[in-house]
């Protein structure tokens, strides 16, 4: 028997808005069936193709790829604004204008830095949170310009996550040019302190410190469309200093050396936590950077590292961190038992760095949606865990999801980043059909 292919979802999107929704269901209801051990309920699966043959939405998803050149424009601006960590405002203030462009009602800025466009709802009676990060991980001073060869661009953060900005800025114009709306509200975010030592400082804002705590969240964060992160990675760091007075190498000889305890506290640690991450909930540990020292021929007055802890479970992120602690304590009080002469050393431990864990439950509305809007287009939804901005709500039970960017593209978080727009208005697609049948579908706007 011969086996009908599954049509792209561009083809289908053309099929809704040349009034062939019966041809649409049909192929849809004859399509392949995609085997996978994460399939959306039926209620949620029959939502979205409800969704994807209704007029209005139809011509929205159309826009989205309609609009895939303007997209692109948008990727390379942005992305050539510098944002490094806790310095983000000026790509914020041009993200804020794009907002008001692409049809947001109102938009600002909030006490800690995140840029909010509302879309208004019929009802208001929930609000949608939609977002990426407006941070990348480049330091202050790092080249921007992005280079185009063929079709491919390279630039530090050109996907991870100014894509994702794009991302939410490409569903707010076609929601807006189409006329879809929505029961409840819309904000469409740009969030600040993501990335490294921003610690989720922006999402923290909008959910733990007086902020708008939108009911459900929706990222768009990481590449591919398959991958669905409903369950948030957990982490702790530290900065860890040993102080002490230094001297010279020679004639201090004796003195308590900062660099010598920081290697023992760093042995004690792996000895350890190698065992503890051995089994169980996975864990990892790493002492990222390391620093200190004047000279060689000089015992440091401090040394340091900065140390990252992760853990699919709280409880096992607390036990390596209490681990940490207290090999951080002996190295110190081994290197002070043997010193001849001067003050003993002091250990400083400072937590930079705290990511909440936890996941939600999958029969969550927005997990089953997301499941079954990314089914809509053909492709296979897994449900993943990750380290996003998601992390916030999850741990605080709301719900929430992180959607990937579209296109195709690697090497995240280093200088030679680059990005293929290949099929990326499917990302937006997806992203605006969930977006939509969270929000409520209240109807074109008359």
């Known amino acids: 028997m011969p086996i009908t292919p599954r049509p792209s979802a561009s083809a289908l999107v053309r099929l809704i808005t040349s009034g062939s929704s019966a041809l649409v269901i049909a192929v849809l209801s004859c399509a392949p069936a995609v085997v996978s051990a994460q399939v959306a309920a039926a209620e949620y699966t029959e939502e979205a193709q409800a969704l994807l043959v209704n007029p209005a939405v139809a011509s929205a998803l159309q826009l989205a790829e309609d609009h895939d050149d303007w997209a692109l424009e948008r990727l390379i601006e942005l992305t050539e604004i510098p ?28 006490a800690e830095g995140n840029v909010i466009g509302l879309r208004r709802g019929r ?17 202050e001073g790092t080249d921007v310009t992005v280079r185009q060869v063929g079709d491919t661009i390279f630039a530090p953060g050109v996907g991870d996550d100014t894509r994702g900005l794009v991302v939410v800025l490409s569903v707010l114009r076609a929601l807006k040019e189409a006329a879809v709306e929505t029961v409840d509200d ?28 939108p009911d459900v969240w929706i990222e768009i964060d990481g590449g591919g469309l398959g991958r ?12 860890v200093t040993f102080a002490g007075p230094g001297g010279h190498s020679w004639g201090a000889f004796g003195t308590a050396n900062p660099a010598h305890a920081m ?11 190698e065992e503890l991450t051995r089994s169980g909930p996975k864990t990892s540990y790493n002492v990222g950077r390391i620093g200190g020292g004047t000279s060689v021929n000089s015992v440091p007055f401090e040394s340091w590292m900065e140390v990252d802890m992760r853990s ?22 081994e290197e002070n038992d043997l010193r001849r002469e001067g003050e003993a050393l002091e250990v400083i431990k400072d937590r930079i760095g705290d990511r909440p864990s936890g996941e939600l439950d999958p029969s969550l509305p927005v997990i089953q949606r997301a499941l079954a809007t990314t089914a809509a287009f053909g492709i296979e939804g897994t449900l993943a865990r990750s380290s996003t901005d998601s992390n916030v709500p999850i741990a605080l039970g709301i719900p929430a999801i992180t959607l990937g960017r579209g296109g ?24 605006l059909l969930l977006v939509v049948a969270e929000a409520g579908f209240a109807g074109p706007i008359s």
């Open 228 to 239: 669905l992160v409903s369950m948030g990675l957990g982490s702790v760091r530290y900065r």
């Open 186 to 213: 819309v904000l469409f975010v740009g969030v600040v302190g993501e990335e490294g030592l921003g610690d989720l400082r922006g999402m923290k804002y909008l959910y733990r410190d007086g902020g708008l705590q």
């Open 312 to 333: 699919e479970s709280p409880a096992s992120l607390s036990r390596i961190e209490d681990a940490f602690l207290t090999a951080m304590d002996r190295g110190t009080l």
């Open 263 to 273: 290697s023992r506290a760093v042995r004690y640690f792996q000895d350890v936590a």
């Open 83 to 110: 944002a490094p960590p806790f310095m983000e405002s000026l790509r914020g203030e041009r993200f804020a204008e794009l907002l008001l462009e692409a049809g947001a009602d109102s938009v600002w800025t909030d």
């Open 123 to 139: 009802t208001g009676d929930r609000t949608i949170g939609f977002g990426g990060h407006l941070d990348t991980v480049f330091p």
């Open 408 to 431: 195709d593209g690697s090497n995240g978080h280093a200088p030679n980043e680059f990005w293929v727009n290949r099929e990326a208005y499917l990302a937006v697609q997806r992203a």
